[in-house]
């Protein structure tokens, strides 16, 4: 008989390489990982592994279960979370993956709320940016998704499978030196920092900033590039450059030495919260999305 504890270590182990690391992964020894893994490979009645030298692969048995397995750990879930809530939410987990600016701004709101409502339900936060969040998602590693996506950046297929709960327009504002000849405009159009030198964020607003420069009729000149919002912040601080920030992150972090300007035409990020469909009717996963929204309202 397959457990499910053996099939997340089949998946650590095809997905980090070696016993050790999916040891590392899963916070356990080394010698639990190989145990369970004998464990599965004798329920199976085949190997699943093939060890050649420091290297390990999956056998054709072995690819073919970890195919299947995300699929029957996120029905697990599924199940285990709603038989928990049926006592009304006096147990439950959600693990919440979200990206930086919202982790600092939505989601403490939200999760303090939440305790406040159901003590008895735990919340575990990792962070990642679209779309890695949303592949943890689809994987069965998370429970919600706080993610967001560019106005006309993509199509309503690209989160058709999801239940999607709307949660805010975050819209991009620029950013200056204090001093900078702009900083005590109203408002600029994105050409008027053609010359500038720039600081970019993460490789989906980066691609982002592109394109917007792009269509103002000229190619950005990106001299820093960080994931870590306070980094920007910090080096449009220092002199180094300008940048467009979404309002969140700005929320997040006192912009020392740097001033915000409106920036027109208004580009702004779509922010939402992001489940499977069979999770969605979990009461623990549906109170995180409503808190979720009603801290997005204040």
């Not at 290297?55 to 029957?72: C, K, N, P």
């Not at 930086?100 to 709101?109: A, D, E, F, K």
């Not at 080096?235 to 450059?241: C, D, I, K, M, Y």
């Not at 929320?251 to 740097?258: D, F, K, L, T």
């Amino acid at each position: 008989m397959i457990e499910a504890r053996h099939l997340r270590v089949l998946r650590a182990v095809s997905t980090t390489g070696s016993f050790s690391a999916a040891a590392r992964e899963l916070g356990c020894t080394q010698p639990a990982v190989s145990q369970q893994m004998k464990a599965l490979e004798s329920s199976t009645g085949t190997p699943l592994l093939i060890r050649t030298g420091r290297e390990m692969r999956l056998t054709q048995a072995g690819e073919a279960l970890v195919r299947h397995a995300s699929g029957i750990l996120a029905g697990l879930t599924a199940a285990e979370e709603e038989v928990a809530a049926i006592a009304g939410l006096r147990a439950g987990r959600v693990r919440l993956v979200s990206f930086p600016s919202g982790s600092s701004t939505l989601v403490p709101c939200a999760l303090a709320a939440l305790r406040a409502a159901h003590p008895g339900t735990r919340v575990s936060l990792v962070e990642a940016e679209p779309p890695r969040s949303v592949e943890m998602l689809r994987e069965g590693d998370c429970d919600v998704a706080l993610a967001f996506r560019y106005e006309g950046a993509a199509g309503p297929e690209e989160w058709s499978d999801l239940v999607v709960r709307p949660l805010l327009a975050d819209r991009l504002v620029g950013l200056v030196p204090e001093g900078h000849r702009l900083a005590d405009a109203e408002s600029v159009t994105i050409g008027e920092f053609a010359d500038e030198s720039w600081i970019a964020g993460c490789p989906r607003c980066r691609r982002q900033l592109v394109e917007v420069c792009e269509s103002a009729g000229f190619v950005p000149r990106i001299d820093f590039a960080t994931d870590d919002y306070p980094a920007v912040i910090g080096l449009v601080g220092a002199g180094l450059g300008v940048a467009v920030l979404p309002e969140l992150a700005i929320e997040s972090v006192r912009p020392m030495g740097a001033r915000t300007v409106t920036v027109e035409p208004a580009v702004r990020r779509e922010i939402v919260a992001l489940t499977l469909p069979d999770l969605a009717q979990v009461p623990a996963v549906a109170a995180t999305l409503d808190h979720l929204a009603r801290a997005a309202a204040r």
